[in-house]
């Protein structure tokens, strides 16, 4: 036998200096990053576009989010033994009998700041014919508010306060601590009537 062969393209090959064999030719980084990074880029756009999807997705919510409440009254008739009958109905007490009412003898001073002289007299005599019995009248002095302002000293004195409110025109009302030791001040920046 020969251990010369004819050339064949495998030697062609061989000749010019290229892998022999099964090796293959070293790829490039960028190639081996690239197919991972399509994949995490697809992958995160699709999540991004579900989430919004979902997220904006309409939410059924009924139209009036309010409780119904229903009060009911219930009042038992009892019979007794006895000859005389008894009506035992069962009382809820109303709001209205809870309020604490308003204190006519609470020390109120009214506080003009607003240039007008005789504004403060002038709010005193309303509120003492309303009823009030302890009223004074004087400069407001210190900061003023942006708006007629009602101040009352404790929380006991708010429907007193709301009422002098009331009586003069004034929407605001607030707790806080008085400048002249009464227990409901009226501090005046404007003429209320």
């Known amino acids: 036998m020969s251990?010369?062969?004819?050339p064949d393209e495998f030697d062609e090959i061989a000749q010019r200096g290229g892998p022999v064999g099964v090796h293959r030719a070293p790829r490039p980084w960028w190639a081996k990053v690239l197919a991972p990074l399509i994949v995490f880029l697809i992958a995160g756009a699709a999540a991004y576009f579900i989430a919004t999807y979902l997220w904006n997705g309409e939410v059924?919510?009924?139209?009036?989010?309010?409780?119904?409440?229903?009060?009911?009254?219930?009042?038992t008739l009892t019979p007794s033994p006895t000859t005389s009958p008894s009506v035992t109905p069962s009382v809820t007490p109303s709001p209205i009998e809870t309020a604490v009412p308003v204190n006519y003898a609470a020390k109120v001073a009214v506080l003009n700041g607003s240039g007008v002289s005789?504004?403060?007299a002038k709010q005193q005599k309303i509120?003492?014919?309303?009823?009030?019995?302890s009223v004074t009248a004087d400069n407001l002095g210190g900061t003023k508010p942006a708006a007629n302002v009602v101040i009352y000293t404790a929380a006991a004195l708010e429907t007193t306060a709301a009422e002098v409110a009331k009586q003069l025109g004034i929407d605001n009302i607030a707790l806080d601590v008085a400048q002249t030791g009464s227990d409901v001040e009226v501090h005046l920046v404007t003429d209320p009537s």
């Open 127 to 133: 509120l003492e014919t309303a009823g009030f019995t």
């Open 3 to 6: 251990d010369q062969y004819p």
């Open 60 to 75: 059924d919510t009924p139209e009036d989010p309010t409780p119904t409440v229903t009060e009911s009254v219930e009042s």
């Open 118 to 120: 005789g504004l403060a």
